[in-house]
């Protein structure tokens, strides 16, 4: 039996001429992210498949999510592509991902982030024992592929007990040093735990900004912490900013944002409480 040589391989003949392009781009959704990139310096056929939004969307969800697959709603946000991962995202992704907190923090062998709430404050709820944290770099767009101009920022954290989960403006209003929910100072957006508000403040507000009704609180079931997924996202060029719960989305509680730099931030309530950066 004849082996494909390496010129079969670069022309596409032999096995790779006959197998089918999507069967293709399965065996590359195999790949890691460097091995992809590597790919693309083969021939034309191969950095075809090595760009398949499939093949990054699998990058993706295999470092940031244990391998799950973003949720069903968000990649229908995009009428085209959905919520994939381009390329461009892992290569602006170069340099290591960090957090800004004063806390507990420790890195895990999958790459995320494990912050612990260690406060010893007894004013519960109250600045002293909420425990700020928020990314080092400003969360860059995912690009879906196919020339679109669209461009969305999320993130998801994995909280147990009380939390804030939302974006940041200003850096030196949360992270390191700060005790504060998020939505409580100026340029912040977030939904809390605890009875399930949408928090915000633009700038015109004092301290603890405005309120609303918007979804189900977590966190908790029978006042015993448990695991929830919370995420939060930015449609940029609508200005339109929206969470899901569990992989569930609940909606768009705030539109018409002006462009800005937003970082990921999460407030922890009190001492015992943790959250898991699964993607920033």
Not at 8 to 18: H, M, S
Not at 154 to 160: K, L
Request: hydrophobic letters at 35%.
């Amino acid at each position: 039996m004849r082996r494909d040589t390496t010129a079969d391989v670069v022309r596409g003949t032999g096995i790779f001429g006959v197998l089918h392009d999507d069967t293709m781009r399965m065996f590359f959704g195999h790949l890691s992210a460097k091995s992809l990139l590597r790919c693309f310096a083969v021939c034309k056929a191969w950095r075809s498949w090595a760009a398949s939004p499939d093949a990054w969307n699998a990058v993706y969800c295999t470092m940031y999510r244990k391998g799950q697959p973003l949720p069903e709603e968000l990649r229908a946000r995009d009428e085209q592509a959905g919520l994939e991962l381009y390329k461009r995202r892992y290569c602006q992704l170069g340099r290591e991902s960090q957090i800004e907190t004063g806390v507990v923090c420790q890195r895990r062998a999958d790459n995320a982030f494990d912050v612990v709430n260690n406060s010893t404050s007894e004013l519960q709820w109250f600045d002293e024992s909420v425990e700020s944290i928020r990314s080092a770099n400003p969360l860059i767009p995912i690009l879906p592929p196919g020339g679109q101009t669209k461009s969305i920022l999320y993130f998801e954290a994995r909280v147990f007990g009380g939390s804030s989960v939302g974006m940041c403006c200003i850096k030196k209003n949360y992270g390191a040093g700060m005790h504060c929910h998020v939505g409580w100072r100026p340029r912040s957006y977030g939904y809390h735990s605890d009875d399930g508000k949408f928090f915000w403040n633009e700038g015109t507000q004092g301290l603890g900004g405005q309120c609303e009704d918007f979804a189900t609180p977590y966190g908790y079931a029978e006042e015993v912490r448990v695991h929830q997924t919370v995420g939060c996202g930015l449609d940029v060029e609508r200005g339109e900013l929206f969470f899901t719960l569990d992989g569930k989305l609940l909606g768009a509680p705030r539109r018409g944002l002006a462009r800005g730099r937003f970082y990921a931030a999460v407030g922890l309530h009190e001492a015992g409480d943790r959250f898991v950066c699964m993607s920033a």
